[in-house]
């Protein structure tokens, strides 16, 4: 398989806060893994998943850590493809100024572009 096969290209789609379960951080933990064998990896901001990129979390109820640390690690493994919907931003009241790293905002149809452009899509 070489670099600009469609097939080595990951998309981890997050919907779930950092609290409250354990779906954002395991998603977070499945795109550390295939970056690290070489995989690209795009994320994927939807609902209540843009919410895991706010400055300033704390742990949650059950003692569930924040993900600060581990979105902080995306740039060793070189996961720099950080997509936000745009509808969910909006949603929330939030700007892409507020976010804790730079992210690329898209649509509706970008949603729908980037899912048809990976090969594999894994959705948490």
């Not at 469609?6 to 499945?30: F, M, N, Q, T």
Request: glycine content about 8%; aromatic content about 4%.
């Amino acid at each position: 398989m070489t670099e600009d096969t469609p097939s080595a290209e990951l998309l981890v789609i997050l919907r779930h806060a950092p609290h409250g379960s354990s779906w954002l951080k395991e998603g977070l933990d499945v795109a550390l893994v295939a970056a690290a064998f070489d995989r690209r990896v795009t994320l994927l901001f939807m609902g209540e998943g843009v919410t895991a990129l706010l400055e300033g979390q704390q742990a949650g109820p059950l003692g569930q850590k924040g993900t600060a640390a581990t979105l902080e690690m995306l740039e060793m493994y070189d996961i720099d493809s950080l997509v936000v919907e745009k509808r969910s931003l909006d949603a929330l009241g939030l700007s892409g100024d507020q976010l804790m790293l730079p992210t690329r905002e898209v649509t509706e149809e970008g949603v729908a572009a980037l899912v048809a452009s990976h090969a594999l899509v894994l959705n948490f």
